[in-house]
């Protein structure tokens, strides 16, 4: 069994690190953006669970979508993925994830926003755009939406291009991708953050907590 399971998990790549920073939010708050770890994939799970049967602004979709690709992490099913998380006092406010195809390269994964509207979602698509094309030194990111939201945050925001050429793993629209070029005209207007992080507020994000189920329904519905 330890030999089939070792032809059956990917090789593995030890991926740029991606430094955390702060965000400061129009509420006052500061968000802490840093990389999850495999191990913290249980708390991940489970903090998604309840938004698979949420239909507002496709949230199900998504959350599936999402709950698969950090379960084929956690499992080692999946080549070359990471996954940024938003943390306001230790609380996880938003995620999103991707995975390298190649060096040259990058595949936009999702943004799942559990806390609406402070642009949570916004800074943390941008911190993962950052990620691609800073840190991973990457020439193409390949990004679909799967909700009118998200086409408006990511392919009219940054001026995606579109290409009918290719085609993205999620499936559904056309391929929109972002470049280098396109990432530093829009870097000053959409790419916010500070490092580095002090010690003190980096302390506040080592463990991560979920809200109640209730609550967290309640932060993505708008419903009391």
């Known amino acids: 069994m330890a030999d089939l399971e070792s032809m059956l998990r990917p090789p593995e790549r030890r991926l740029p690190a991606y430094p955390p920073k702060s965000i400061f939010l129009a509420t006052g708050e500061r968000m802490v953006v840093r990389p999850a770890l495999r191990e913290e994939m249980p708390i991940l799970l489970q903090a998604i ?3 698979l049967n949420v239909e507002r602004d496709f949230y199900d979709i998504v959350a599936a979508r999402t709950f698969a690709e950090l379960l084929g992490w956690k499992r080692y099913r999946v080549r070359d993925e990471y996954c940024l998380v938003g943390l306001i006092d ?3 406010v938003g995620l999103v994830n991707g995975r390298t195809m190649s060096s040259k390269v990058g595949i936009s994964y999702h943004t799942l926003a ?34 009118p939201i998200g086409f408006r945050r990511w392919m009219l925001e940054y001026d995606l291009i579109q290409r009918s050429d290719i085609s993205h793993e999620l499936g559904g629209v056309e391929v929109w ?41 309640r932060q993505v519905t708008g419903k009391a």
């Open 49 to 51: 669970a309840p938004l």
């Open 90 to 92: 230790g609380q996880l």
């Open 177 to 217: 991708t972002l470049t280098p070029e396109l990432y530093f005209a829009a870097k000053q207007r959409l790419v916010v953050g500070e490092r580095p992080v002090s010690e003190e507020l980096i302390k506040t994000a080592e463990t991560i907590k979920i809200p109640e189920e209730a609550q967290l329904v």
């Open 114 to 147: 559990l806390r609406r509207g402070v642009r949570v979602g916004a800074h943390l698509f941008a911190s993962k755009m950052e990620y691609h094309i800073e840190y991973l030194k990457q020439k193409y990111v390949y990004i679909t939406a799967e909700s």
